[in-house]
Each structure stands twice: as structure tokens, then as C-alpha cells.
């Protein structure tokens, strides 16, 4: 579904990714650890192609397509989703009016803030005085409105407490595991994700194939996420380092 080939990016003037590789098969999931500042949310947003992030070297593979130089929309168009860390405020965009374009008129706002127990919010501007929690779900709302085939999460369960976690948690798995028709078209084998977490829990609420560790823009080592998660509860990000170099000789 996605490949990430030899991939170096510079934001500012700051290396933060270099030479990344990593695959996302079609149909699963992929997690993302790593310490604050080793370039996990840069990898996301480079893959959408937001803001100032510029590939240096190395190549985005989507769907057997390069994807490196296409603009943003045309990555959306292609069923990439991404749920920011920290969205922004959109004041005078009522969340209705969001829905519906990201949706583009296909989904009808009320019915899907109904099944995700938001329609309090569609009269809202989007995030504006939202509570941590709140921005989480109605990020959720939008990816839902947008259905992507690949669904990039970063850190969704941070600024969310214990009990909207578990809301958190559920609408993501529901909308993994949901219908497999999006962007347009019918992906048999299920939608796939890479999901940036810090804390793992939302391991609890979805199946995880594979795990990365990124350290200082690298990719340190990779595994089963849930012994990757063992290891780094046990042992902060020390094992990070030793893998890297193992890697390195
Ligand atoms: N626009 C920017 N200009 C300069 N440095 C940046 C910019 N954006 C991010 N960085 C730096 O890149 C590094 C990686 O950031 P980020 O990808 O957000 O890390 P993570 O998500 O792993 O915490 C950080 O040191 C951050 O300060
Ligand atoms: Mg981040």
C-alpha cells in the first residue's frame, strides 16, 4: 500500500528524516515510536505533503505510484488520510460545512456526527474551544467523512483522558475494520494505517502488524509492536540506540 524508500527531508534548516525505508502492507497497520523530536509527525506530514517539508532524497510509493511531488489534494484524492497532532483552529468553518466538503456532498453531516455521538458540535467552528478530547473525535469525524484507504494517526490518544480514550480507541478500530469501499473505489483487502504513538495504548483498541522505532530522524529498528512496546516501557529508548547500532555495523 505505502512505501517509503531511502527517504532524507529537510524542514527549516534541520535534517529531521534520514534515509527512512518502511512499508505499509495493503489491509494492515503500522506503528511509529520514538522520543519527542525524532521526526515522527515530519514522516506523516511529509507523506501528505503538508507544509514546508522538503524531500532531499528518496521516493513516496503509493499504491505502486511515486507520490513524492504530488500535491496535497491529490494525495486525498488518493485515499490518504491524515489526523494531525495538533490541528488547527479553523475560525468562521462551522464542523458541518467541513463534513461536507470533505466528503464531498456524499455524506450527509448530521447522520455521521449521530453515530459518532457529535452532532452538539456540527453548529461549531472547527476545533475552536474544543476540549483535547473533543479535537481527537472531531479529526475522527473528518477522516470518517472522507473515508480514506490509508489512515495516518499521530499520537491520537494524546490530550485525551482515560475514559474518552476508550471512545477514542473504538471509533478508530471501527473505522479500520469498518466497510472497505473508499476513495471511490473498493480496497478488498481492508484499509491499512501508520499510527504514532507514545504511550501504546492505543495498542488496546487495534491490531498492529509491524513497529518502527525512528530515533534522531532514523529508523532504529523495527518488529512485533507489542514486544517493541515491552522493550522500550523496560527500557526507555536505550534499546533504541543499541539497535541503530547493530544496524550500523
Ligand atoms: N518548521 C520547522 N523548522 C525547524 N525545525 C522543525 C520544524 N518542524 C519540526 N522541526 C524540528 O524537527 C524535529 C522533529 O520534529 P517532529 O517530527 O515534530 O518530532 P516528533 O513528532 O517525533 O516529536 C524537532 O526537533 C522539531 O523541532
Ligand atoms: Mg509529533
Do not use: W
Request: proline share 4%; net charge negative.
Amino acid at each position: 500500500m505505502l512505501e517509503i524508500k531511502n527517504l532524507t527531508v529537510e524542514v527549516g534548516n534541520r535534517r529531521v528524516l534520514k534515509d527512512v525505508s518502511l512499508s505499509v502492507p495493503s489491509g494492515s497497520t503500522s506503528v511509529l515510536f520514538g522520543p519527542n523530536g525524532s521526526g515522527k509527525s515530519s514522516l506523516l506530514n511529509t507523506i501528505m505533503g503538508l507544509g514546508n517539508y522538503r524531500v532531499l532524497e528518496g521516493q513516496i510509493i503509493f499504491e505502486g505510484e511515486d507520490i513524492t511531488d504530488l500535491p496535497v489534494h491529490e494525495r486525498a484524492q488518493r485515499g490518504i488520510g491524515l489526523m494531525s497532532q495538533r490541528p488547527p483552529n479553523l475560525v468562521g468553518v462551522q464542523l458541518r460545512d467541513m463534513l461536507r466538503v470533505t466528503s464531498k456532498g456524499k455524506r450527509d453531516p448530521e447522520k455521521l456526527a449521530e453515530s459518532l455521538n457529535m452532532k452538539r458540535f456540527l453548529e461549531r467552528d472547527v476545533n475552536v474551544g474544543f476540549s483535547g478530547g473533543e479535537i481527537k473525535r472531531s479529526e475522527l469525524l473528518q477522516l470518517a467523512a472522507q473515508n480514506p484507504c490509508f489512515y495516518m494517526l499521530d499520537e491520537p490518544e494524546s490530550g485525551v483522558d482515560l475514559e474518552s480514550i476508550e471512545r477514542v480507541g473504538n471509533m478508530i478500530h471501527d473505522l479500520l475494520t469498518g466497510g472497505i469501499s473508499c476513495a471511490g473505489r473498493r480496497a478488498m483487502e481492508g484499509k491499512s494505517a501508520l499510527v504514532i504513538t507514545h504511550t501504546g495504548q492505543i495498542l488496546d483498541f487495534i491490531e498492529a502488524d509491524r513497529g518502527y522505532v525512528l530515533c534522531d530522524g532514523m529508523v532504529a529498528c523495527s518488529g512485533n509492536p507489542r514486544e517493541l512496546l515491552r522493550e522500550i516501557r523496560n527500557n526507555g529508548y536505550e534499546e533504541c540506540v543499541e539497535c541503530r547500532l547493530v544496524k550500523q555495523k
